[in-house]
């Protein structure tokens, strides 16, 4: 899929109206959280539950932080509320998982912090 595809496909997830009872914050919700994990020189990340190992850490980027994993990971996008299969997962300020479609638009679009 293009870029300009996977921008388009975001677009159209978001005409709808968030229903935020339909995605618990992770303060009521841990199950929907992302937990990054040091263990010894290595790092993971547990996605409801499941341990991948993290192949690269990329720089915060806007309160986003990006990680490439050795295996897929299956998650629900807190964004498009999207189940989503990845070896490319991104997580916002609140640790909840996002989609790398999601990702490159929330980088693209989202305001620098002040």
Known sequence: ???????????????????????????????ACVTVQTVGPSQAVVVDGER???LATYPPWRQLRLFSLATAAEFLCSECREDTVSTMLATDADARAICPACFAHLARTQPAPR
């Open 52 to 54: 991948y190992t993290v």
């Open 1 to 31: 899929m293009s870029a300009a595809g996977i921008l388009s496909k975001y677009d159209q997830v978001h005409e709808t109206a968030r229903d935020e009872a339909a995605f618990p914050p992770c303060a009521t919700s841990p199950d």
